[in-house]
């Protein structure tokens, strides 16, 4: 208290104008004082700026070059520049899959087909910053890497992990013999061995050099290096990062793009056998999807045949190629549910006979009775080869069977062997397998709903099966459609399914289904193509099934895919006249009229060439209406002309062999172009039959249209259904698409008239045609546009960025791209809302950007940098830009930018509005499309005008451009999803300075000022959105806000930072100024806080707050700057003191130059202002920004070297500052520590009369006028519940963060500043640290290997989700749906609901957020209630390297407090805090590396100062003693060695100041009475070596061998070992009364120097003496004590009438003389803490003497009890206490009388 009052005395008057400046500027953060303190007055706007406003940036780049970089090379050298490689333009070679890649065969190709093949080969370009992952996005602190930081820490020792668990004593020497570094030799024996003499005992080491003579300086000096060395370099690899779900900051790189795959199953076809081998079989496998009713794969064919069957059919089939002998085949599955089945179908050689017939031998057959039938099996044999000779081209149906894939999925992954053999029988077929299977599907992308409907399949991870199929089902001649297919399947699933009923043919197929592997080897697309690691072509493929997946799947074309599937249906021949009754039909795809232009395009079954040029149906015996189920797949060539088309001809094939048959009669024609207007044609067709060959011509028209002359079947109806499908990614199937592309392909090629579906477009009209097919993009179906996603936004773009001409017109088409890329891109966003990241980025958009997107002058390989590539002569208008641009939009700088320039502060719009009304001024209508009528009119058609430099607009500008101008709802789709159009820009921008070579070019030259002023309104207007909007589109804006975020980001990469930092102000200036109008502010702060957090994740963060400028007033225009010197820092006047404060202030000066530092700390200090309403949600928040910004510079390698770490730490110099602010505010870690006393440096009513009146200090000392001090919030962590003003206490978690950053600063900053800075500050702030230092000490205190294993043992029950929705339930606020956004981007804050729980930060339910979390996350996650031990170890291992570490940086901090306090000879009343720190730390749970290096220091201390402990920090000296001889009985020797070379220098250090120690010499007496009573698992042994020690110091201490020291010194440690062993001995002989009183009296007489500790024991003596009735002894020992304090009194108070000493009492005993104080080491008892009990009185005194007179009389001593009474007699006289002296004088007439009587007998 002294402290304070002389502090009080110190203040200087001041104007009370001034220290209103002054608290305006330390208090910006509270709206509270703003109101109260008139900030906008004009006093204050010259001096500070109030920390709630932006100060105005420093220009970096003027700032570079006007301090050039003094150091040439090195680490220092890269902190002041961004490193010249930073951003690189990577072409990277697109991955192809396969081993060619998928291109077209024709060399000659429309524009078309050229841009989509481009589309699929080019190289993919990427805007690569090089040092991105060193952003704290990916701060490996907070990811998993962690783990590998931690490697090679070395295991700390601490002494509550050594404890013993009672195993023999001998155990626990040999363990301590290994562990430390003197040999210990100790006797060997029991714990209760006896006591060897202390003299056989041996010392620890001991310390060499202790007792020299080393100046001070010296010492400090080795204590230093000692304690540097070996330092663990991270500190928060060592702390586990806070509690974040995903960082906000973290942008994941965009997935490739790649084809799409569903989940891939491996069939493989192992053999297929029937009871009769009597002829070939054709298998062929496809997957159904019975609930969509759709076929959801192409045919597998396979053909399991032996060669002596294959040979039957020789004459029939051309030698095979290896792509048609596979039999293993990889199906895809995209949407996988329980209605899929693998279906299998066999067909044979086309015989005379319905399919019954020819199926019954198969049933009535068996193969066990083939010796018996063989006859008749010779004679089918005979058959089938005659057929095979005839027929062998054609087929019919067989058999078929089903597999329902679930069923096998499920039970194969239910089954515990390996591989796992299930048969297939009809019996059996449901309900043997019960479907367990209910996962999530695991598709490679997460495709959009992904399950269906009931509960979805995992094919991923089930076990491989091999199934036996062993019925199959006859087909039925008049069933074969898919329709009858359905059924069938539905029915397999019912119980009683009709098929049971069934004869079935019996057969064995064995297939083998597994999940396919990531990369098999020896794979065939669809297209036949090889897929890579096909390392032989001799080998037998697997083929790759192509899916046609049973719902739409999202994924862009990445592949040249073409392909057409033609499904002939059925077939009406009823009403035909003649002959037709086994009918086939033969497909083929003709390339023109002629019989010879069928093209070889239709891909091969099984067992064939690979491409043939017709295909056959299976024909169905005797039936004039077949059904057909066939697939023909055919390879569409690239460039389709209106003569292409598909030809089918059905012949009649006579099965018996007749005279003049012919095998094939053809009995009708029908045929479809492939082309209708320029696009392809598909779908389901009915289709008229010719009776005779079509006519010349008739392929160009549909055979719909009645040609003259001709003759139809059944009067030219439609009686052929067939299906035509294409899966391609050339044509879009989809009318407007192919319009928009055609009319884009129209300009490039400049034919005209362009024929459009029936239209035909005129150049005249063709601009309306373009605008309105752009317009109409949106009501293209979805599918398509996003398969043609990257050609359709490359084509929007360069129309924006190349204006075409037409008809000598430029047409500025950019504004009708820009609104259609909006609308797309919502679609996307609102369609396909499975697939966004946390921050809302559609995926498939965001790779378009990062892989695709390249400004289309620069594809790779075109000849020039114009636009050449693009197909022929390119027919674009070269424009400059200027000359389109309205005058009026070249908005005048400084009004635009209205916040930057101070003269027109005052104006009342907001800068939206402003730059609103600047745009819609003049009337200018920007919708019409601008015509520049200068265009090159005179440039011929045919002549390409050369591209100069500023021919093409830059993407970007136009971009801006027309963000800036849009509105109404094309601004809001822009706004919805801005992400899209601010990476397009910044991309745009990075190739325009690639490709301009202008990478290295001064960043002020590198962009045009129209541009800047665009992207300055744009910045501005979306910041008055966020601001205006953010309670009403929650979700919206938060997107909006990290999207602008990102943006100014990546602006810092690659425009002039300066103007960065102006658009970052504008922001802020905006949300400033809304925030002080809300009610409650903490959403919108919450954002600002996002924003913040994004920009500050910069790679180059560092660089950008120039780091090492040495903060003098910057040059710069604004007044406010300049005379920011003239602000004095509270205390120092000096200018180099200036220039200190400012650096651990957050000063203008600070803010400035440091721009992004100071805004983080700006945040910090406002939001963790204890006035700041309604914003203690924020806590965690912006704690965690701090500490992921420090350890993400933790870990950064560019900062490793020492002295670029101390440059990084002075950046976050005012964290000091900011923290001390909040020392009330932290929670109280030192509460488990209450035992242990805490600091008690400030009483309880300070925080009373500071908080009682509503009116903080500071204010009121303002408005008096009187100075203030900087920090006035007294320093405890005593706070009461009385507190007038109830300051929110932080959360464990927010408290551990925030300590941890200090820390960090502490122990990176440069030591001098440091120094510096202290010296400095008053001793009120000193004493603040000092607080927080004894905090942090508790803080991070090692809990303990029991402790965690204790943790581990604790199951966790709820789940952490729970407790976040019963926190948000109680704290109420959020929407569900706002909810469900903030968790799933992890961003639940505590709701600004300001409710009652609000303000603890939800302690109550935070239990998991200790420092344990890591655990219990693991636990929650996992559910499993034990961690290895391992883990346990490892957990162990991290907290004790984080105590040491932490406690080292601490002990680092007091060293530099004591250096201060020795440099400049003052402040020395702060000493006793820095000693308090200390003794704290020593009390705490330390390793012995930590207690070495804290002895050292506590040496050095008390050798500095030593009249500090011996005369002023009395009590500390006690509590010091305390601690050294706990310390001196550790179980590690080396705690004990430096424990008592530390309590040795300390009586010396005693005994110097007055020759003679007795005040240490009664402590450590003192202490070791309460050691002994006190610790359960005390062990006398290690106590007695340290003792031993000591002597030995003692003996080996020339210096002071002729003193008296030595002697006294041993007298202490005997008299010490005394009490010890006679302690030990008590608690032995509990049982033994003699004994123990013995024991009781050499334990008093050992503490003969502690006359407090003496008396105790003298009384215990007494009491255990009456106990027993041995009331003579009893009143001895009370006379004993009334001597003892009569001895004291008698120095302390001169009363005559007082006994003089023990001499007054030797009548009664001659052994009172012992009493007498009378050696040389006696302590005079007016020192505190001594003869301070209540006996040390007259009062005291007084009723010893009476206790001891009625033990006499007890006792039957009557003489005795006259000879006490002798000496009360004149204490009560003198008191005049009547009452009391006749009660004396009766007690003695009795005494009297009761001797007579006794003398009588």
Request: hydrophobic share 35%; proline share 5%.
């Amino acid at each position: 208290m002294a402290e304070r009052r002389a502090f009080a005395q110190k203040i200087s008057r001041t104007v009370a104008a001034e220290v209103r400046k002054q608290i305006s500027g330390q208090y910006g953060g509270s709206p509270q004082l703003l109101k109260n303190l008139n900030i906008g007055g004009s006093v204050s706007h010259h001096t500070t700026v109030p920390l709630t406003e932006a100060v105005d940036p420093v220009d970096l780049e003027d700032y570079l070059i006007a301090h050039p970089i003094a150091v040439e090379s090195g680490p220092l050298r890269d902190l002041l520049e961004f490193p010249p490689d930073d951003i690189e333009v990577v072409h990277t070679p697109r991955e192809c899959r396969t081993l060619v890649s998928a291109v077209p065969e024709e060399s000659e190709m429309d524009p078309h087909v050229r841009d989509c093949v481009r589309s699929y080969t080019e190289d993919w370009a990427i805007v690569n910053r090089k040092y991105h992952k060193l952003g704290t996005g990916f701060n490996p602190n907070t990811l998993d890497k962690q783990k590998e930081r931690q490697k090679g820490l070395p295991k700390q020792i601490f002494e509550s992990d050594e404890a013993p668990d009672g195993n023999s004593y001998q155990d626990e020497q040999d363990d301590l013999k290994r562990r430390s570094m003197s040999i210990d030799d100790t006797p060997r024996g029991s714990w209760a061995c006896s006591i060897f003499d202390l003299k056989n005992s041996l010392p620890d080491a001991l310390l060499p050099n202790l007792l020299d003579r080393t100046p001070n300086e010296e010492i400090d000096h080795h204590n230093e290096d000692q304690r540097k060395s070996s330092r663990h370099k991270e500190l928060f690899a060592l702390h586990p990062a806070p509690d974040e779900e995903e960082p906000i900051e973290r942008l994941s790189v965009p997935e490739v793009p790649k084809e799409h795959f569903g989940q891939r199953l491996l069939v493989k076809c192992l053999s297929l056998k029937f009871e009769i081998e009597i002829e070939p079989i054709f298998a062929s496998l496809a997957l159904y999807d019975v609930k969509e009713k759709k076929k959801i794969s192409e045919n597998f064919y396979f053909d399991l045949n032996s060669e002596q069957m294959k040979g039957m059919l020789r004459p029939h089939v051309p030698p095979a190629a290896i792509s048609t002998l596979a039999r293993s085949a990889i199906f895809s599955i995209t949407y996988p549910s329980q209605d899929v089945f693998l279906v299998i179908k066999l067909e044979k050689v086309l015989q005379q006979g319905d399919i019954g017939e020819c199926a019954e031998p198969y049933m009535i057959f068996k193969e066990s009775d083939a010796a018996k039938n063989k006859e008749k099996l010779e004679k089918l044999k005979c058959q089938a080869e005659q057929f095979c000779q005839r027929l062998g081209k054609y087929r019919m149906p067989f058999a078929w069977t089903a597999i329902h894939l679930m069923n096998i999925v499920s039970s194969a992954g239910s089954l515990e062997r390996d591989s796992t053999e299930v048969e297939v029988g009809t019996g059996e077929r449901k309900g043997s397998w019960s479907e367990r299977r209910n996962s999530s599907i695991v598709g490679r992308r997460s495709l959009e709903r992904t399950t269906s409907g009931d509960e979805a399949c995992n094919l991923t991870s089930f076990r491989p099966a091999t199934l036996t199929v062993t019925n199959f089902f006859k087909q039925e001649g008049d069933r074969l459609s898919d329709e009858d297919l359905y059924k069938f399947l539905a029915d397999m699933r019912r119980p009683s399914s009709v098929l049971r009923r069934l004869r079935p043919i019996t057969a064995q197929l064995k297939i083998d289904i597994s999940p396919a592997p990531e990369n098999p080897h020896y794979c065939l697309t669809p297209e036949l193509l090889q897929v890579k690691l096909y390392p032989d072509s001799r080998v037998r493929p697997t083929r790759e099934i192509l899916e046609f997946p049973a719902r739409d799947v999202y994924v862009p074309n990445t592949t040249y895919r073409n392909l057409l599937y033609v499904y002939p249906q059925s077939l009406n021949f009823a009403n035909r006249q003649g002959s037709a009754r086994n009918i086939t039909v033969k497909v083929q795809f003709m390339y023109g009229e002629d019989p010879s232009n069928a093209m070889p395009v239709i891909f091969g079954k099984s067992s064939c060439p690979e491409f043939s040029k017709e295909a056959y149906t299976a024909v169905v015996y005797h039936n004039r209406s077949p059904d057909f189920h066939e697939e023909i797949k055919i390879k569409l060539p690239a460039t389709l002309t209106d003569h292409h088309h598909l030809l089918f001809t059905f012949y009649h094939v006579s099965c018996q062999q007749k005279q003049n048959t012919p095998l094939e009669t053809p009995v009708g024609y029908t045929w479809i172009p492939m082309l209708q207007n320029g696009r392809l044609k598909t779908g389901q067709f009915c289709l008229p039959v010719s009776l005779e060959k079509p006519p010349q011509a008739y392929s160009v028209l549909s055979p719909e249209v009645p040609l003259p002359g001709m003759k139809w079947v059944d009067n030219h109806k439609g009686v052929f259904n067939v299906e035509v499908v294409a899966v391609s990614s050339l044509h879009t199937q989809d009318p407007y698409l192919d319009k928009f592309f055609a009319l884009v392909h129209a300009l490039d090629e400049h034919m005209f008239p362009v024929r459009i579906g029936d239209m035909r477009i005129m150049e005249n009209n063709l601009e309306n045609e373009l605008k309105s097919s752009i317009s109409a993009l949106n009501s293209s179906q979805l599918e398509p546009v996003v398969r043609f996603l990257h050609l359709l936004l490359d084509k929007l773009i360069l129309l924006v960025v190349r204006p075409p001409v037409i008809a000598g017109q430029i047409v500025n088409l950019g504004q009708a791209s820009f609104e259609a890329m909006a609308s797309i891109i919502n679609r996307l966003h609102k369609n396909l809302d499975g697939n966004q990241d946390q921050h809302g980025r559609n995926s498939l958009l965001a790779s378009y950007i990062y892989y695709v997107f390249r400004l289309p002058n620069t594809y790779p390989n075109s000849p020039s940098p114009g636009p050449g590539g693009l197909g022929g002569s390119v027919h674009y208008a070269t424009m400059a830009r200027s000359a389109v641009r309205p005058a009026s939009l070249n908005l005048n700088r400084s009004r635009s930018l209205s916040n930057s320039n101070p003269d027109i502060s005052g104006t009342p719009t907001s800068p939206d509005d402003e730059v609103r009304s600047i745009i819609g001024s003049k009337g200018l209508d920007r919708s019409n499309s601008w015509v520049n009528t200068g265009g090159p009119k005179a440039a011929p058609w045919g002549s390409n005008p050369s591209p100069s430099a500023e021919s093409t607009q830059l993407f970007h500008e136009e971009l801006a451009l027309q963000w800036v101008v849009c509105s109404g709802s094309v601004r809001e789709a822009a706004l919805q999803q801005a992400w899209f159009f601010f990476e397009l820009m910044v991309k745009s921008m990075v190739h325009h300075l690639y490709f301009a070579d202008k990478l290295d070019a001064p960043r002020k030259n590198r962009f045009p000022e129209r541009f800047m002023d665009d992207v300055t309104a744009l910045v501005s207007t979306i910041a008055g959105d966020i601001v205006s909007r953010f309670q009403k589109d929650t979700e919206m804006v938060e997107r909006l806000n990290t999207s602008l975020a990102f943006f100014l980001n990546d602006l810092l990469s690659i425009m002039d930072r300066g103007f960065v930092f102006m658009l970052i102000k504008t922001c802020y200036k905006q949300v400033s100024s809304k925030l002080y109008s809300l009610t409650n502010p903490s959403n919108l702060a919450s954002l600002r806080l996002d924003f913040l957090r994004i920009i500050c994740s910069h790679e180059h963060y560092v660089t950008l707050n120039l780091p090492c400028s040495l903060l003098t007033p910057p040059a710069s225009p604004s007044p406010s700057v300049s005379s920011a010197t003239s602000q004095s820092s509270g205390f120092s006047t000096n200018v180099q003191d200036q220039k200190i404060a400012n650096m651990f202030e957050l000063s203008v000066p600070f803010r400035q130059q440091h721009y992004l530092a100071g805004l983080v700390l700006t945040e910090l200090a406002v939001i963790l202002d204890p006035d700041a309403e309604g914003l203690f949600g924020l806590h965690k928040k912006v704690i965690n920004m701090v500490h992921n910004l420090l350890s993400s510079h933790d870990s950064d390698p560019r900062y490793a070297d020492p002295q670029v770490k101390a440059r990084v730490a002075m950046l976050y110099l005012p964290l000091i500052g900011v923290i001390m602010e909040t020392v009330p505010q932290l929670y109280d870690f030192t509460e488990s520590h209450n035992q242990r006393g805490r600091p008690s440096c400030v009483a309880v009513d300070d925080y009373e009369s500071e908080g009682g009146s509503m009116i903080s200090q500071t204010v009121a000392m303002a408005i008096a006028g009187t100075s203030v001090p900087q920090l006035t919030r007294p320093s405890s962590f005593l706070l009461t519940s009385s507190s007038g003003r109830q300051h929110s206490t932080f959360s464990t978690e927010s408290s551990r963060s925030l300590l941890i950053c200090l820390l960090w600063v502490l122990k990176n900053a440069d030591e001098s500043v440091l120094q510096k800075w202290f010296t400095d500050l008053s001793v009120l702030q000193l004493n603040r640290l000092l607080d927080l230092l004894y905090l942090c000490v508790s803080c991070f205190e090692y809990k303990g290997k029991k402790v965690f294993e204790r943790m581990n043992s604790l199951t966790f029950k709820k789940s952490k989700d729970m407790r976040a929705k019963l926190e948000e339930a109680i704290l109420g606020s959020i929407g569900a749906r706002q909810e469900m956004v903030r968790r799933s981007r992890g961003q639940l804050e505590r709701s600004p609901s300001g409710s009652a729980f609000g303000s603890q930060e939800n302690l109550r339910w935070r239990k998991d957020m200790t420092h344990w979390r890591q655990n219990t996350e693991k636990l929650d996650k996992s559910h499993k209630p034990a961690r290895s031990r391992a883990e346990i170890e490892h957990e162990a291992l991290i907290d004790g390297n984080l105590a040491t570490e932490a406690n080292l940086i601490i002990l680092d901090t007091l060293e530099i407090v004591v250096q201060t306090v020795s440099v400049t000879e003052s402040k020395e009343s702060i000493l006793g805090g820095v000693l308090k720190v200390l003794l704290h730390s020593m009390a705490c749970n330390q390793s012995a590396l930590y207690l070495q290096h804290c002895f050292a220091t506590q040496r050095a201390l008390v050798s500095k100062f030593p009249e500090l402990l011996f005369e002023e920090e009395t009590e500390q000296c006690a509590d010091l003693c305390l601690r050294l001889l706990r310390h001196c009985s550790s179980s590690i020797s080396t705690i004990r060695s430096h424990a008592s070379a530390s309590l040795y220098l300390l009586m010396r250090q005693n005994f110097e100041i007055g020759n003679n120690f007795a005040r240490v010499k009664m402590q450590v007496t003192m202490s070791l009475s309460s050691l002994v009573g006190t610790s359960q698992n005390f062990n006398e042994e290690f106590l007695r070596r340290s003792l031993k020690t000591i002597l030995t110091y003692a003996e080996e201490d020339l210096e002071l061998r002729e003193t008296t020291f030595p002697d006294q010194v041993q007298d202490l440690v005997f008299n010490l070992h005394m009490i010890l062993s006679d302690t030990v001995k008590m608690k032995e002989h509990q049982e033994d009364p003699e004994m123990l009183i013995d024991l009781m009296y050499r334990i008093a007489k050992g503490y003969q120097n502690s006359p407090d500790l003496r008396l105790t024991w003298l009384q215990n003596m007494a009491g255990k003496h009456s106990e027993r009735s041995n009331h003579a002894e009893s009143a001895q020992c009370l006379v004993h004590s009334a001597a003892l304090v009569a001895e004291y009194l008698s120095m302390l108070e001169d009363r005559k009438y007082l006994p003089v000493g023990c001499v007054t009492f030797q009548n009664i005993s001659s052994n009172v003389l012992e009493e007498s104080a009378v050696s040389d080491d006696v302590v005079s008892p007016d020192e505190e803490g001594i003869c301070s009990g209540k006996y040390f009185t007259e009062a005291g005194l007084v009723g010893l003497l009476e206790q001891a007179a009625a033990s006499f009389s007890m006792a039957g001593m009557y003489e005795a009890v006259n000879e006490v009474y002798k000496v009360l007699i004149p204490i009560h006289e003198a008191n005049r206490d009547a009452k009391k002296l006749s009660t004396i004088h009766g007690k003695l007439q009795e005494a009297f009388s009761k001797i007579v009587h006794q003398v009588t007998f």
